[in-house]
Each structure stands twice: as C-alpha cells, then as structure tokens.
C-alpha cells in the first residue's frame, strides 16, 4: 500500500502518506510510540525491533505507517487469527502472540489490530481515521470476515466507583460520558462486542479494554 492524501495540521492541509512499514522505519516507529505511549504506559510495551520485524516478515499487508514530511507520525499493525479459537474475553498477549504476532493465520477469518498509534502532534487531523480506514480496505481486499481489537477504557479509572465496565461503555455510547479511545473508534465505524477484563496491563483503563468489531459489508452470508 501507498496511499498519498492531505490532512489538516494547524489550520492547513499537508501531505501524508499512508504506506506499508520495513526495515528502514524501525526508529521512527518506536519513537512514535514513545511519544504516543507516555507513562504510566508500560515503556516495555513498546515496540522493539524484533517484534517489528515479525510484523513486516509475517503480515506485511498488515503493517501500516503513516508518514509526513518523512517523519512517522502513526502506525498500525494487524494479524489475521481465527476468532473462534479465542473468544471475546481473551487477552492481548494470547491474540497477539505478545505483539510478535508468530501466531499469525493466513486461513483465519479476522483481521486483528495489534497496535494503532498517532503522535499527540497529529492527533485529530485525520491520520488515525485514515490508518484504520486503510486496514479496513485490507479486510476487504483479503475477504476476511471483520476487523476486531480491543480498545483501552483511559477514562474508566476515575469512573471506576461509580460503574462497571460494561456501564462505562453503555453510558459513552449513550453520550453521558466519553472516552477518548473508545470515542475515536466509534467514530471510525467500530462497534462494542464484548469487554476483556484483564486484557492488557493498563492502569487507566484497570487493565480492561471493550471489543470492537468493524464487519466488511461486501462479505455475504453465503460466503462465510
């Protein structure tokens, strides 16, 4: 993939590019989750080059970068998996073989987002919709079934007390709360299909995070 669009920064359109990560972007990539992860991230989290050089080994397809004037300022990575073999309460470690993805299934029926990532200087001008819009057109291309990932809750820690996960989500979705993650999503076209309760360690979302399904509208349900 090598997509050239614009995207507003400041008032103004600028050139991006959305485009398949190699080798070359090792750097970049862990610098953009630096600055897109900060604490109380767990900095081991991020990503290394072992496990970015599965992604571009295994799923090329699935290992999107988004670049302007040659800095990387987003990424995204999948894996395709068989959701059967690990339901909706599952963890991010199981799903994704601990982010080295070796689990990867090119017969599976799911297109599973791994990471996605947009630095705080680019947030809100379109790159991240842009990334996910992009591995949405892989789904399609590959005739997978859906995209599906768990989203973080950061806003769930301080409204902890007063709801349950579950509560949290529905009041987002009823517009009483939001939540930055799982807001950015919807707005993607993502719809909650589950919660995982000990999906990631993850302090402001207290380690939960809600399933979100994208389902590809050209797949019929003869062909499934």
């Known amino acids: 993939m090598n997509k050239h669009l614009y995207v507003w920064h400041n008032g103004k359109p600028v050139e991006a590019i959305i485009r398949n990560y190699s080798e070359r972007d090792y750097e970049g990539l862990i610098e953009a989750q630096r600055l897109s992860f900060p604490p109380p991230f767990p900095e081991e989290l991020l990503w290394n080059k072992e ?15 988004a670049e302007v004037d040659g800095n990387i300022v987003g990424s995204m ?55 996910m819009q992009s591995m949405y057109e892989t789904v399609v291309q590959m005739r997978l079934e859906r995209l599906l990932g768990g989203g973080r809750m950061p806003g769930y820690q301080a409204k902890s007390q007063e709801a349950t996960p579950q509560q949290y989500v529905e009041k987002v979705l009823a517009g009483e709360w939001t939540d930055p993650v799982i807001s950015f999503l919807l707005r993607c076209g993502r719809v909650p299909v589950g919660i995982a309760k000990n999906y990631l360690e993850d302090e402001e979302s207290l380690n939960h995070a809600v399933i979100m399904e994208w389902r590809n509208p050209f797949r019929t349900e003869a062909a499934k």
């Open 77 to 131: 990575t999948g894996l395709i998996v068989d959701i059967g073999e690990y339901g909706h309460d599952h963890s991010w470690e199981a799903v994704t073989d601990n982010g080295y993805i070796r689990n990867h299934r090119p017969d599976g029926n799911t297109l599973y987002v791994v990471d996605i990532c947009v630095i705080p200087a680019y947030r809100k001008t379109g790159i991240g919709k842009w990334l």
């Open 51 to 65: 496990q970015l050089g599965e992604h571009v080994g295994r799923f090329r397809e699935g290992a999107l970068c």
